[in-house]
């Protein structure tokens, strides 16, 4: 697929913020349903949004090619670490995962959350 320069205004950019945001947002509920207390403050919260503005702000620069890359992999991760591993009781997490239906059910909406910005960027 052809990487033309970035035009401020255009409808992938705006598909990207977006599917960004969304990513966000999921992750954002699921704290706060799952951990007492969770503001949008806390690291857990706030560190996870600060990674994903700053990998769709660096889409917005001239290393459009190569800031492709990062926003896959941190999606991957949030699929794969976030939505899948932190809910299977494993002994080496440093937690026990609530092993309900309420728990599974914002660990799903998590997980469909990632999806549309790892879509976005893959087409790319």
Do not use: C
Not at 51 to 57: E, F, G, I, P, Y
Not at 89 to 118: D, G, M
């Amino acid at each position: 697929m052809k990487f033309s320069r970035v035009r401020r205004g255009s409808a992938e950019n705006a598909v990207l913020a977006s599917a960004a945001a969304v990513s966000a947002v999921g992750l954002v509920v699921h704290n706060f349903a799952d951990l007492p207390g969770e503001t949008v403050l806390h690291p857990e919260s706030l560190y996870p949004v600060m990674v994903t503005t700053a990998l769709v702000a660096i889409w917005f620069t001239k290393f459009r090619r190569s800031a492709t890359w990062a926003p896959i992999g941190w999606t991957v991760r949030n699929l794969v670490g976030g939505g899948i591993i932190s809910v299977l009781p494993l002994p080496i997490l440093p937690f026990h995962p609530e092993q309900s239906t309420r728990h599974y059910r914002f660990h799903l909406l998590y997980i469909l959350t990632q999806i549309p910005l790892l879509i976005v960027t893959v087409r790319w």
